[in-house]
């Protein structure tokens, strides 16, 4: 479940650093409905409520909601489950901290394409880079490839990895 979270507040930052939004004082409510009124309420508060956050929507009794809230929603909405008798807990106090600290850890110079650190959040220019790196230090099997582009509009890069002057088989 961290790991999740984790996952999510570092998709956040992405989108964050994109658009270079601060998310200052932003608390993430987790929200797990004990019966069908509550799944009900807050399936209709989301539809009702399209610009609020949902990190893990309202799908089923028992399972997780994790909500995203700006300081001006937050009182809004807690108001809204106390209302509906909904208990909530905060799990995020201040989604930019976690950003900060997710983000902030200096870009490292990496000194062989063995050395990225996969404990720790990479940005894309580190990424790249350590592609970069793998794609010369085994050219003879592994080469570039643009496999999309994503929402932002940013080349999606794998390496193809294949025997040398191979290019009729599958690749991995």
Same mark, same amino acid.
Not at 1 to 6: E, T
Not at 13 to 20: D, H, Q
Not at 67 to 72: D, E, F, R, Y
Not at 119 to 128: A, F, K, M, Q, T
């Given at each position: 479940?961290?790991?999740?979270?984790?996952?999510?507040?570092?998709?956040?930052?992405?989108?964050?650093?994109? %658009?270079?939004?601060?998310?200052?004082?932003?608390?993430?409510?987790?929200?797990?409905?004990?019966?069908?009124?509550?799944?009900?309420?807050?399936?209709?508060?989301? !539809?009702?409520?399209?610009?609020?956050?949902?990190?893990? +929507?309202?799908?089923?009794?028992?399972?997780?909601?994790?909500?995203?809230?700006?300081?001006?929603?937050?009182? %809004?909405? !807690?108001?809204?489950?106390?209302?509906?008798?909904?208990?909530?807990?905060?799990?995020?106090?201040?989604?930019?901290?976690?950003?900060?600290?997710?983000?902030?850890?200096?870009?490292?110079?990496?000194?062989?394409?063995? *050395?990225?650190?996969?404990?720790?959040?990479?940005?894309?220019?580190?990424?790249?880079?350590?592609?970069?790196?793998? *794609?010369?230090?085994?050219?003879?099997?592994?080469?570039?490839?643009?496999?999309?582009? !994503?929402? +932002?509009? %940013?080349?999606? %890069?794998?390496?193809?990895?294949?025997?040398?002057?191979? !290019?009729?088989?599958?690749?991995?």
């Amino acid at each position: 479940m961290k790991v999740l979270l984790c996952v999510l507040v570092t998709l956040c930052a992405l989108a964050s650093l994109a %658009r270079g939004k601060s998310y200052d004082r932003y608390k993430v409510v987790r929200v797990v409905p004990k019966n069908s009124q509550q799944l009900r309420q807050l399936m209709r508060f989301k !539809t009702e409520n399209v610009h609020v956050d949902f990190w893990k +929507e309202p799908r089923a009794i028992g399972h997780v909601v994790d909500v995203n809230l700006s300081p001006a929603d937050f009182p %809004r909405i !807690t108001q809204f489950l106390e209302s509906h008798n909904i208990h909530y807990e905060v799990t995020i106090d201040n989604v930019q901290e976690v950003i900060d600290s997710v983000t902030s850890s200096p870009s490292k110079e990496m000194k062989s394409s063995a *050395a990225i650190d996969y404990s720790v959040y990479n940005n894309l220019e580190d990424i790249d880079k350590w592609l970069d790196e793998l *794609a010369t230090e085994y050219s003879d099997i592994a080469t570039l490839v643009t496999v999309g582009t !994503t929402y +932002e509009g %940013r080349t999606l %890069r794998a390496v193809r990895i294949a025997a040398p002057g191979n !290019t009729s088989k599958p690749a991995f």
